[in-house]
């Protein structure tokens, strides 16, 4: 098949996911376009493939536009990469704007009596916490129903997608997957003995630092598990709260033993030093970097917002517990660390129930979607 995807080119869960789904499908033998505005962060770390194929939209500035328009350099750009590499499919990642657009562009495209199928994975962020908000709300609603096909990364944000919208198509779940080629525990002592000299219990959290992360509960957790338990706390990542973080760090005298990493490539080579996982999130669609940390064999301490659950199970794989519930987190981070067999038992238990994820059982998971949706459009629905 020949398939353009569309996504945000950052570091966040969603272009991840993207540009994972889209490397993943070029190996299988289908020729990938990715359109955007910059190079996905994951393709920028991956060697030549001959089925990948990248697009930049670069948007036209003019001293009239305070706000590019990147929407309509987007569909322009779409419309150009449809019809002249022949694309059999459209699949946008993140509704806002991207169902949008496609909309527009299979219209345009339908003026030259050509159908392009298009479609859309919902993430997270743009049912639950953009999309929902009244600015966008009636176009989101309007592009998904739109939609040829529809997928969500978990049944709870399924869910939440039917309670905030009138949505009048089937919405699949297909889970987030991971590629264990890369995501796997490899031995990295040397590395942790610079940061554990001690043998310290080492805490990570993963994120872009957004106030739906609550990254200030990672670190009262942390505090609470320091006082108990020699520690340090490893923060990647970068954002908006950042800032803050550090002045609290300081604040409760914790600089030395929390240290702010910065966004970084290789993860798994962090994740192969983590003793547990924290990722105390007020709303989370499915936890892509619980994911990761899992198939690195790290237990995870979360909250039970939206997908979580689905991912990391309770006393099996981790802990959950209600948003900002800082004492019982710490109290179960200490329980776990403090008990070396049962945090051996917590790591075999996460890496079996990553393996559910593995990229090899959801990638046939989309091919199969596509298919559906591209024979639903020959017969006319
Ligand atoms: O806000 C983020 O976490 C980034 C966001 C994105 O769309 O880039 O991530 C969302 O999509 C990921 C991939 O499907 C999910 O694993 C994350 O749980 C989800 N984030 C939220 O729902 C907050």
């Given at each position: 098949?020949?398939?353009?995807?569309?996504?945000?080119?950052?570091?966040?869960?969603?272009?991840?996911?993207?540009?994972?789904?889209?490397?993943?499908?070029?190996?299988?033998?289908?020729?990938?376009h990715f359109i955007t505005y910059r190079q996905p962060v994951r393709l920028a770390q991956h060697h030549f493939h001959e089925n990948v194929f990248f697009h930049e939209v670069s948007n036209a500035d003019y001293p009239l536009f305070e706000y590019p328009p990147y929407d309509t350099a987007l569909?322009?750009?779409?419309?150009?990469?449809?019809?002249?590499?022949?694309?059999?499919?459209?699949?946008?990642?993140?509704?806002?704007?991207?169902?949008?657009?496609?909309?527009?562009?299979?219209?345009?495209?339908?003026?030259e009596g050509r159908y392009v199928p298009v479609v859309t994975t919902l993430h997270g962020t743009d049912i639950t916490l953009v999309g929902n908000n009244r600015a966008f709300a009636p176009v989101v609603e309007f592009s998904i129903n739109k939609s040829d096909g529809v997928t969500a990364v978990s049944q709870s944000l399924k869910n939440d997608t039917l309670a905030h919208f009138k949505i009048a198509k089937d919405i699949e779940v297909i889970y987030n997957f991971i590629d264990f080629e890369r995501f796997k525990k490899i031995n990295k002592d040397h590395f942790k003995k610079i940061i554990a000299p001690n043998g310290e219990k080492i805490l990570v959290h993963t994120s872009n630092f957004r106030k739906v992360k609550r990254v200030e509960d990672v670190i009262f957790i942390f505090k609470k598990v320091y006082e108990k338990i020699p520690s340090?706390?490893?923060?990647?990542?970068?954002?908006?709260?950042?800032?803050h973080l550090e002045e609290l760090c300081r604040d409760i005298g914790l600089c030395n033993e929390i240290r702010f990493l910065g966004k970084q490539d290789a993860i798994e080579e962090l994740l192969a030093i983590a003793d547990l996982f924290v990722i105390p999130s007020g709303s989370e669609s499915f936890g892509l970097s619980a994911l990761e940390a899992m198939a690195c064999e790290v237990p995870v301490l979360s909250t039970?917002?939206?997908?979580?659950?689905?991912?990391?199970?309770?006393?099996?794989?981790?802990?959950?517990?209600?948003?900002?519930?800082?004492?019982?987190m710490a109290k179960y981070a200490i329980e776990l660390l403090c008990n070396e067999e049962l945090h051996q038992t917590f790591r075999r238990n996460a890496l079996a129930q990553a393996k559910r994820f593995d990229l090899h059982?959801?990638?046939p998971l989309y091919e199969a979607y596509y298919e559906s949706v591209l024979e639903k459009v020959m017969i006319g629905y």
């Open positions: 098949m020949k398939i353009g995807i569309v996504c945000y080119p950052t570091f966040g869960g969603s272009g991840v996911v993207a540009t994972e789904l889209g490397l993943g499908l070029a190996k299988r033998g289908h020729k990938i569909a322009s750009k779409m419309v150009d990469v449809v019809k002249y590499e022949n694309l059999d499919l459209l699949h946008v990642h993140y509704a806002i704007p991207h169902a949008t657009v496609a909309y527009i562009v299979k219209k345009i495209l339908l003026t340090k706390l490893l923060l990647i990542g970068d954002g908006p709260e950042r800032q039970n917002a939206g997908g979580l659950p689905e991912v990391n199970i309770h006393g099996v794989t981790g802990y959950l517990s209600e948003v900002g519930n800082v004492d019982e059982n959801i990638l």
